[in-house]
């Protein structure tokens, strides 16, 4: 668990890294989200994470300065040599991933359990 996160709730299960959405900026100052994707993206230096699954249970929408933070974390995925999925999405935010075509690039599952199984069996 990553210390003083409040936008971010993070789970480290290696080689997965896990990221929780608590809701949109509109919550929360510009600044901190800011540093709190700064510091979810330093947790890619450990040679052990190399996936992130992007479970959005705890939301139903989100702004495009989290969709930005989100993205950084999918692509450094990507450029690490991982995977990035995400999982539970509500019927607005799967519309939304629609929308900004970020359902093409990176898959979305039902489950936490069925990303992880999908990203086990790939990697």
Do not use: H
Request: contains cysteine.
């Amino acid at each position: 668990m990553v210390d003083n996160l409040e936008i971010f709730e993070v789970e480290l299960s290696a080689p997965n890294l896990v990221v929780i959405p608590q809701g949109s900026t509109l919550q929360f100052l510009y600044s901190n989200v800011q540093t709190e994707s700064n510091k979810v993206l330093r947790l890619f230096d450990a040679p052990e994470i190399k996936n992130v699954i992007i479970d959005l249970s705890k939301v139903d929408y989100l702004d495009s300065i989290i969709i930005g933070s989100i993205i950084r974390l999918l692509q450094r995925a990507r450029q690490t040599g991982g995977q990035a999925v995400f999982c539970n999405a509500c019927e607005n935010m799967q519309n939304i991933l629609k929308c900004i075509k970020v359902g093409s690039l990176w898959p979305l599952y039902e489950t936490r359990e069925a990303a992880v199984t999908a990203i086990n069996t790939n990697s």
